[in-house]
């Protein structure tokens, strides 16, 4: 696949890919319940299912990265990559169980993509490399 058409469409891989994410995230307790009530007590959830968080975090990183290079804004770049790493630490805390945190706030972050990706696409993205940006 062509990366120039990517990393022009960042904005939109990102916000899918955190929709996406969203939705993975909104259906998890739905679907533990729904296995619970199956009597399926051997395996809590499929491997699978577990590598998504993975799958959708290294998409994430991808357009953050190439979002926030070719963002007209300094903070709008620095906001996406604070974003991305409290998702990142969230996720891991969800599998590596560090600290007891609510598992409701990965949405924080992953809302803050979604927002982040359509404000920029919307109001701070360049077009060409000689792109001027804010300091």
Do not use: Q
Request: hydrophobic share 50%; proline share 2%; charged share 15%.
């Amino acid at each position: 696949m062509d990366t120039l058409w990517l990393r022009s469409k960042s904005d939109l891989i990102g916000a899918f890919a955190s929709g996406l994410c969203l939705v993975h995230c909104l259906a998890t307790p739905v679907f533990f319940i729904a296995h619970a009530n199956m009597g399926l007590h051997a395996k809590v959830h499929p491997s699978w299912w577990g590598f998504m968080d993975i799958a959708f975090l290294l998409l994430s990183f991808l357009a953050v990265y190439w979002s926030a290079k070719k963002t007209s804004k300094k903070w709008i770049a620095y906001t996406f990559w604070i974003l991305w790493g409290l998702l990142t630490i969230f996720i891991a805390n969800e599998k590596l169980v560090l600290w007891h945190l609510a598992e409701e706030i990965v949405y924080l972050p992953t809302v803050g993509l979604i927002l982040l990706h359509f404000y920029n696409r919307r109001y701070c993205h360049c077009e060409d490399s000689n792109c001027c940006t804010e300091h």
